[in-house]
Nanobody, 118 residues
Framework: QVKLVESGGGLVQPGGSLRLSCAAS????????MGWYRQDPGTKRKLVAS???????NYADSVKGRFTISRDNAKNTVDLQMNSLKPEDTAVYYC????????????WGQGTQVTVFL
């Protein structure tokens, strides 16, 4: 059974930091591109950052320079370090794993809430 379990969400003031973590099980983690997406109510889920099996990263323009994605293939985890948080970063953040070369294997976590409040 595939599981992606997020942790680390919460409340933070603007300018603050949070670190999200996603623990994966049931997949060969090192074969997957891992990503973080976020979703506001009534909107589509959007990519925040992704990291390939080889460590290549991609970021949404809105988070470049503030967020950093990393992975640990030995621990089957992918983290998202979020700095200089803004109210517009408020959303539910979802961990995603997609098998490289076999995109039908596409899995999601349950989501974790991040709220940046004034």
């Amino acid at each position: 059974q595939v599981k992606l379990v997020e942790s680390g969400g919460g409340l933070v003031q603007p300018g603050g930091s949070l670190r999200l973590s996603c623990a994966a099980s049931g997949i060969t983690f090192s074969f997957y591109t891992m990503g973080w997406y976020r979703q506001d109510p009534g909107t589509k889920r959007k990519l925040v950052a992704s990291i390939t099996s080889r460590g290549s990263t991609n970021y949404a323009d809105s988070v470049k320079g503030r967020f950093t994605i990393s992975r640990d293939n030995a621990k089957n985890t992918v983290d998202l370090q979020m700095n200089s948080l803004k109210p517009e970063d408020t959303a539910v953040y979802y961990c995603n794993g997609i098998r490289e070369g076999l995109s039908t294997l596409n899995y999601w976590g349950q989501g974790t809430q991040v709220t940046v409040f004034l």
